[in-house]
């Protein structure tokens, strides 16, 4: 079975500064690997994934992300917020080829400060 | 045109009562899901199907019924609604199982 942990529940950054959400996963088959963003009274919508091939990946507003398969990670990040980034993020997993359900990691809030 | 849609937007109702959200997709996905989201944010997945079949029920009271007419709606029916089912649920629809799930805007659901 798959598993998650975002190991931060809140981030507080200043507008312009970098930030790093991290998350971590455990799986003894291969996985795919996303992160979704929910802001407020919305549904959740993708940022990026993680099938397969480059390590680095890009997603939409400026945010990327790297996998690191040694140490089962796949951590957030963006050289500089906004304060429109302030929203709830979710790293999500699932089993790569054959997997049914994708595993929600409990969310880190990311308030950027004015 | 709104990819995933969910009814009602607000669900307001006394304990012991029965409701139902209905969901449609109109992106020609395979797969859908219900979702439950708790005041602390934590996104539980409660069913999903698959080309109208179902191929996760997790550990959901049988009080929760989802029906799925064809591929492109899904409904949850939710019968002796208790205060603990207060919560947001969300749709959401893929194209395969382990696919990129595009979510609906939720229903709040809230048991007085």
């Known amino acids: 079975a798959q598993s998650v942990t975002q190991l931060d529940s809140q981030v507080p950054v200043f507008e312009e500064a970098p930030v790093e959400l991290r998350c971590n996963y455990s799986s003894s088959v291969s996985v795919y690997l996303f992160w979704y963003v929910q802001y407020p009274n919305q549904g959740l919508q993708l940022l990026l994934k993680?099938?397969?091939?480059?390590?680095l990946v890009k997603g939409i507003n400026g945010f990327e992300a790297e996998f690191n398969k040694s140490q089962t990670s796949f951590h957030l990040r963006k050289p500089s917020v906004h304060i429109s980034d302030t929203a709830e993020y979710f790293c999500a997993v699932t089993r790569g080829t054959g997997g049914f359900k994708t595993i929600f990691g409990a969310g880190t809030r990311l308030f950027v400060k004015a | 045109d709104t990819a995933v849609s969910q009814t009602p937007k607000y669900l307001v109702t006394q304990m012991g009562n029965d409701k139902s959200i209905k969901c449609e997709q109109n992106l020609g996905h395979d797969t859908m899901y219900w979702y439950k989201q708790d005041s602390k944010k934590f996104l539980k997945i409660m069913f999903s199907y698959n080309n109208k079949e179902l191929i996760i029920n997790e550990t959901v009271p049988n009080r929760f019924s989802p029906k799925s007419p064809d591929k492109a709606h899904l409904n949850l029916h939710i019968n002796s609604l208790e205060l603990g089912d207060s919560a947001v649920y969300f749709c959401a629809s893929s194209q395969g199982p382990s696919d990129t799930q595009y979510f609906g805007p939720g229903t709040r659901l809230t048991v007085l």
């Open positions: 993680y099938l397969s091939g480059s390590t």
